[in-house]
């Protein structure tokens, strides 16, 4: 998997389970499915940002915050806020970690939703400089895609003159019938006449 999200886990007692999902819905996210091993809930605005939420049902219990990284970190914190200010006080309490196993705090404390906030700035500036500026309110599993079809980035010189070359052979070969091909290609044989 490439690096188009940034993931947040918050590890959930079993008994709690049913209680986190009800309040992440009275915190703002929105049910869109589930397995025998996870639910899916999602937190968006069209507009300004969108963060899938998955409640895995594996050996252990985890809430994972999967946010794409094409969402400005300004507007993420205020949706992150509501959907896990809502949970129950014993999940509330329990710490939220990066992909790393790095503790951003417990919703339940102060500061964690800064942490946070600054964590996915910095994971987001090094997605910025690896593809470009790239904002849009979209789930992570379409970052690439979105990208490829709006990409703005500039060409580098050898790809554009390939692209040059290829569109002038695809000219001469509509007028011509055949492309102008230099002396010596493979392709360039004389004609059996």
């Known amino acids: 998997m490439g690096r188009e999200s940034a993931s947040y886990f918050l590890p959930i007692e079993p008994a709690a389970a049913d209680a986190v999902i009800v309040a992440l819905q009275e915190g703002g996210a929105e049910l869109v499915g589930s397995d025998y091993s996870w639910i899916d809930l999602r937190v968006r605005d069209p507009h300004r940002y969108w963060i899938d939420l998955r409640v895995h049902r594996g050996?252990?219990?985890?809430?994972?915050?999967?946010?794409?990284?094409?969402?400005?970190?300004?507007?993420?914190?205020t949706p992150v806020e509501n959907a896990?200010?809502?949970?129950?006080?014993?999940?509330?309490?329990?710490?939220?970690?990066?992909?790393?196993?790095?503790?951003?705090?417990?919703?339940?404390?102060?500061?964690?939703?800064?942490?946070?906030?600054?964590?996915?700035?910095?994971?987001?500036?090094?997605?910025?400089?690896?593809?470009?500026?790239?904002?849009?309110?979209?789930?992570?599993?379409?970052?690439?895609?979105?990208?490829?079809?709006?990409?703005?980035?500039?060409?580098?010189?050898?790809?554009?003159?390939?692209?040059?070359?290829?569109e002038i052979s695809r000219i001469e070969q509509m007028w011509d019938g055949k492309p102008q091909l230099p002396e010596g290609h493979p392709d360039n044989l004389p004609d059996d006449g």
């Open 59 to 77: 050996p252990e219990l985890l809430l994972e915050l999967r946010i794409a990284l094409t969402n400005d970190e300004w507007s993420i914190r």
């Open 84 to 166: 896990l200010t809502a949970l129950p006080p014993g999940a509330a309490r329990r710490p939220l970690r990066d992909e790393e196993g790095n503790e951003l705090g417990a919703p339940a404390e102060d500061g964690w939703s800064r942490r946070l906030e600054e964590d996915f700035g910095r994971r987001r500036a090094e997605f910025v400089e690896r593809v470009g500026d790239f904002t849009a309110p979209l789930s992570p599993d379409h970052v690439y895609m979105y990208i490829h079809q709006t990409r703005t980035k500039r060409d580098d010189d050898a790809e554009l003159e390939w692209s040059r070359e290829r």
